[in-house]
């Protein structure tokens, strides 16, 4: 069966504001190189498995809607649409509301909390788990109402490197069982949740420096991986696993603080939710 993903081009894409360490440095900067490198990689998706796209239109106030993995946590037929902390960012969600109930979705918010979609929370593919992160955008009280929702247990993960604000920055569950994961990233009491969780056969620690070309931010489709770059050793890690690996360059989205799975959001995902713990 082929992955349904919604994406958005860039093309109103642009460093505007500074919400996270990557921008502060980038502020004002333009991406000239956006567009091409968005097409490759769209294209490479499409090379590496069988992958539909569901096509969002960019919009010039919104320059971060490319980062779709931030719309919402997909859950059966559920979208948990997001609450940004941020204003700059809170302008996307009615837009991102609107695009999944046209892809046939039916949608809710947290409440009273801030809660960042698919940035922040991922299904493992093999165990029961579903692993939120909180603590620079997310908050732990959106990890106890998705509890309620998700038909499995959450672990609850703080985030403690603001370069790592989103947990799809430092973590990656494969359908083989394996997850990458850049363990620095978590507080000493979320490194141990996962140590419990993961058997340290299926644990692939990233380095620092994979860490921040943002290799776990990437897109499984069949058995390949796609990101903006992997070092020789975590190729062969990968390859050992079973997985193809395709790096498509992506750094004038790493300048804002994403790479390619936040560029991608996939719209079949997660178990039945429980709508009873719903609120319309
Ligand atoms: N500029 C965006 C922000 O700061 C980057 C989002 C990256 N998305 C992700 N799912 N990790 O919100």
Known sequence: MSKRFLVCPPTHYAVT??????MTRNVGYSAPDAQRQWDRFIETLGCAGAVEFVRLEANEHVPDLVFT???ALIC?????????RHPERRREQGIFRAALTRAGLATTFLQQTYFEGA???MFDRVRPLCYVGYGWRSERNATLQLQEIVGCRVLPLLLVDERFFHLDKALCALSSGHVMAYMDAFSPHAQALLRRAIEPEYLIEIDLEDALAMAPNAVEIDDAVVMHSASRRLRERL???GYRVFCTELDEFIRAGGSA???TLQLDDGPIANLAAVSA
């Not at 504001?17 to 990557?22: E, F, K, L, S, T």
């Open 17 to 22: 504001y500074d919400i996270n360490p990557w």
């Open 119 to 121: 940035g922040d929370a």
């Open 239 to 241: 390859h050992d696993a």
């Open 69 to 71: 993995a931030n719309a």
């Open 76 to 84: 059966g037929n559920l979208a948990i649409v997001s609450s940004f």
């Open 261 to 263: 799975k936040c560029l």
